[in-house]
């Protein structure tokens, strides 16, 4: 299995622009995931999707960001505008439908942040 | 809402040396899981403990969950050099949702 999968891994952009951060689930898994990790505040919830739907939401710091889930096997996480402050390692992670005897949460590998 | 406070923060110690970390909740959690995140990768699952004041072994690494189902530890006995990296705990609810800790950054010196 590949994992989790995150695209971009790195991500240099101004003030300002739009950024799109792109995650594939692991195939088969039915939650899935957003989390921002930075020195001060550490790893954080912004959002998390249930079959698609997302259940909640009040980790997303402010109306610039946004998440969707069209499908199974991709969800996006946009900021628009972006700010300096913004600038993080983002993670997607994704688990199983509950029934096995963990319900670990696999994280992708990230995507760095920069946001000048 | 939930809080998991982690300590210490930064812990070094010698090769060979025992390390512990520690994790309270302000509320009762229905499970914790530990992970551990190598420098500049991605948090790996280690573990989840689910009863009430109980305690799982991985080889060097010993786990322990309350009797009120609010704290948690992590011991390491005889640390290596590839013990090195952030340990988290996670608070778990019935429905998935992980609060994270802050983490306890051990760093290892040969």
């Known amino acids: 299995d590949a994992g989790v999968i995150q695209s971009p891994r790195h991500e240099v952009t101004e003030m300002g622009q739009e950024v799109t951060l792109r995650c594939k689930p692991i195939?088969?898994?039915?939650?899935l995931f957003w989390y921002r990790q930075t020195m001060m505040r550490g790893l954080e919830l912004l959002i998390y999707f249930n079959n698609n739907v997302p259940i909640d939401d009040s980790g997303m710091p402010e109306d610039r960001f946004s998440a969707k889930m069209p499908n199974a096997s991709f969800s996006t996480l946009k900021i628009q505008p972006s700010e300096p402050r913004d600038s993080a390692v983002y993670f997607c992670?994704?688990?199983?439908?509950?029934?096995?005897?963990?319900?670990?949460?696999?994280f992708g590998p990230g995507t760095r942040l920069t946001v000048l | 809402g939930q809080q998991v406070m982690q300590i210490p923060q930064y812990q070094h110690v010698q090769e060979g040396e025992d390390f512990t970390t520690y994790c309270n909740s302000s509320t009762t959690l229905s499970n914790i899981q530990w992970y551990k995140q190598r420098p500049g990768g991605h948090p790996v699952f280690l573990i989840q403990l689910v009863k009430s004041g109980e305690v799982k072994k991985q080889k060097r690494l010993t786990f322990q969950f309350g009797e009120a189902k609010k704290n948690s530890s992590l011991h390491i006995t005889a640390t290596q050099t590839t013990d090195v990296g952030t340990y988290f705990c996670?608070?778990?609810?019935?429905?998935?949702?992980?609060?994270f800790g802050q983490g306890t950054i051990l760093t290892v010196h040969p």
């Open positions: 992670a994704s688990t199983p439908p509950p029934g096995g005897s963990d319900n670990e949460q696999f």
């Open positions: 195939s088969g898994h039915n939650s």
């Open positions: 996670a608070g778990g609810t019935s429905y998935g949702k992980l609060t």
